[in-house]
C-alpha cells in the first residue's frame, strides 16, 4: 500500500501506510475511544465531516458485517488507525475493513503513533485536518489545511430529503431526522411504534398535521445554531406534543429554550462514557459521539433543569423541562455500539406520550 500523509492545521504531521480509498481527504480530526464498534462509528451521521481516531491499537480485526451499520452511506472523511487487520475473524464477517472504506470511496491511514495523536488532540483540541499521498512540501500542505473552510451543512447532508413512514401499530411518533442513527429505529419499531421520519427542516405546521402522539429529535452532526429550522419548529410545538431529543436533539431543545451551547476542546466519542442521573442516584455507561454540549450556567434563568451531567468532565448530559412533557440526554440510549444502560429512556418517553393523551382524554 501507498505512503500517506496526515496534515494538522497546527503543522504537525504524521506519516504512515495508506488503506481504503486513495482519495485526497479533508476534515475535522476527532478521537473515538470505543475498543469495538468501529463499524457503528463509521456509519454513524454524527461523524459526517470528520475523520475519525480510533484510540484502540487494531481496528478491523472483526472485519464488516450487515447487521451493524447506522446508515446506508457512511459520511466520515478518514479513518486512522494504529494496525489495521487485513484477515478479519468472525463468523459475521461479510468483508475487510479496507474493502469497504475502498468501495465508500473513504480513505484510512495506518502504522502512526495513535497514542501521540490522541495526546495531542486532548492537548491542543480537534482541528482541521488533511489525509494526502502527495509529495507537496510540508508547507504547502500546511498551509492548504488552514485555508480550509469550516463546513456548516452536515445536517443537510445527512438529514433526509423526504418523509417515509415505517409502519406500526402503536403510538404515533414524528421522528425529526438531523442524521439518525438507524438504532433509533431498531428501538422504536421494537416497541412496535408507527414512525414518520421527516427532514431536519420540516415546519411545526406540518409535523402537527400528522397528528403526533409524541416527537423524537434524532442525533446529528456538527453545530446545533447552523440550523435554526428546527429551533423555531421546536418552540412552537413545546407543550403540544412530547418531546424526546438526543444528541443534537438535546442541543437543540435546550436552544429553543434559552439556553446556550458551546464547542467542547475534543469532545466526547466512545462507548465508556459515565453519566451519573440526579434523579435516580445511579451512573449509567453510555454511547456518546459529540463535539458540542449544553452551557451548564445558561440553564438557570430558562424552565429547564439538568436532570444527568458527566462523571467525567461534569457537562451536560441530560435535562427536563420544568412545565411541560420533554427532556433530552446528550447520549444514545439505543447503544450503538455500547453498554445497555439506557434504552429504557424510549420506554420512559412512551410512557411520557401516554401520561399525556390521558390528561388530554380528562380534558376533553
Known amino acids: 500500500m501507498a505512503k500517506r500523509k496526515l496534515v494538522l492545521e497546527d503543522g504537525t504531521i504524521f506519516a504512515g501506510i495508506g488503506f481504503g480509498s486513495e482519495t485526497y481527504s479533508t476534515g475535522e480530526i476527532v478521537i473515538n475511544t470505543g475498543m469495538t464498534g468501529y463499524q457503528e462509528a463509521i456509519t ?13 491499537p487494531l481496528i478491523g480485526n472483526y472485519g464488516i458485517n450487515r447487521d451493524d ?36 470511496d473513504i480513505p484510512g491511514i495506518s502504522a502512526i503513533d495513535t497514542r501521540k495523536l490522541t495526546k495531542h488532540i486532548r492537548k491542543y483540541g480537534t482541528m482541521k485536518a488533511m489525509m494526502t499521498d502527495t509529495d507537496k512540501p510540508a508547507e504547502e500542505l500546511i498551509e492548504m489545511v488552514r485555508n480550509l473552510q469550516d463546513k456548516t451543512d452536515q445536517v443537510k447532508t445527512t438529514s433526509t430529503v423526504k418523509p417515509y413512514v415505517v409502519p406500526g401499530r402503536g403510538k404515533r411518533i414524528v421522528l425529526v431526522d438531523f442524521g439518525m442513527k438507524h438504532g433509533i429505529l431498531r428501538e422504536l419499531t421494537k ?15 406540518n409535523i402537527l398535521r400528522l397528528k403526533p402522539d409524541g416527537i423524537m429529535l434524532t442525533n446529528g452532526p456538527g453545530n446545533p445554531k447552523n440550523v435554526p429550522e428546527p429551533i423555531a419548529m421546536i418552540k412552537s410545538v413545546l ?16 436552544l429553543a429554550c434559552g439556553a446556550d451551547t458551546e464547542k467542547m476542546a475534543f469532545g466526547h466519542r466512545g462507548a465508556n462514557q459515565p453519566v451519573k442521573d440526579l434523579e435516580k442516584n445511579k451512573t449509567f455507561m453510555t454511547s456518546q459521539n459529540h463535539s ?29 423541562h420544568k412545565s411541560y412533557p420533554a427532556f433530552s440526554v446528550q447520549y444514545h440510549p439505543e447503544s450503538s455500539p455500547g453498554p ?25
Do not use: W
Open 44 to 56: 454513524n451521521p454524527s461523524c459526517c465531516g470528520q475523520i475519525v481516531t480510533m484510540t484502540y
Open 69 to 104: 451499520f447506522e446508515t446506508v452511506t457512511p459520511f466520515i472523511h478518514g479513518l486512522v488507525v494504529k494496525e489495521i487487520s487485513e484477515h478479519p475473524s468472525n463468523f459475521r464477517t461479510d468483508e475487510t475493513l479496507h474493502d469497504y472504506l475502498k468501495a465508500n
Open 191 to 205: 416497541r412496535d411504534c408507527h414512525v414518520t421520519v421527516v427532514p431536519y427542516n420540516y415546519s411545526a405546521e
Open 239 to 254: 407543550g403540544d406534543v412530547p418531546l424526546f431529543g438526543m444528541c443534537l436533539g438535546h442541543q437543540l431543545l435546550a
Open 292 to 320: 458540542y454540549a449544553v452551557t451548564h450556567d445558561s440553564l438557570s434563568g430558562t424552565d429547564l433543569e439538568l436532570t444527568q451531567f458527566s462523571l467525567n468532565d461534569n457537562s451536560v448530559e441530560g435535562i427536563r
Open 340 to 364: 445497555e444502560d439506557t434504552p429504557q429512556l424510549f420506554d420512559a418517553f412512551l410512557q411520557m406520550v401516554s401520561q399525556s393523551r390521558q390528561k388530554e382524554n380528562a380534558y376533553a
